[in-house]
């Protein structure tokens, strides 16, 4: 079966860097779309970034110049590189596989488990 599998997240200051890994099993997902989401407490989830089978890419505004989102289609992974963290990207950071669309309306079909982010301020 599929599994969205995270890893990277922490306990960082302010002004730090976190790179975040999700490594997709079960099938490949190279002629899909991938992307990061993330859900602080009593929140909605939401969309910080997507990459394309193309290399085409989306961001959250607020993390726009600050955030880099990379893939690896022979490892079946995505990463998010984090810089310049503040306390409001704080949150559970969930990596997700699918189609643009799906991952646009928060309604991929797989998803991980999730990795905590907290930033220390």
């Known amino acids: 079966q599929v599994q969205l599998i995270e890893s990277g997240g922490g306990l960082v200051q302010a002004g730090g860097s976190l790179r975040l890994s999700c490594v997709a099993s079960?099938?490949?997902?190279?002629?899909?779309?991938m992307g990061w989401f993330r859900q602080a407490p009593g929140t909605e989830r939401d969309l910080v970034a997507i990459?394309?089978?193309?290399?085409?890419?989306y961001y959250l505004d607020s993390v726009k110049d600050r955030f880099t989102i990379s893939r690896d289609k022979v490892k079946n992974t995505v990463y998010l590189q984090m810089n310049s963290l503040s306390p409001e990207d704080t949150a559970v950071y969930y990596c997700a596989a699918g189609s643009w669309l799906r991952l646009r309306l928060r309604a991929s079909e797989y998803w991980g488990q999730g990795t905590q982010v907290t930033v220390s301020s």
């Open positions: 079960g099938r490949t997902f190279s002629n899909s779309s």
């Open positions: 990459i394309a089978s193309d290399d085409f890419t």
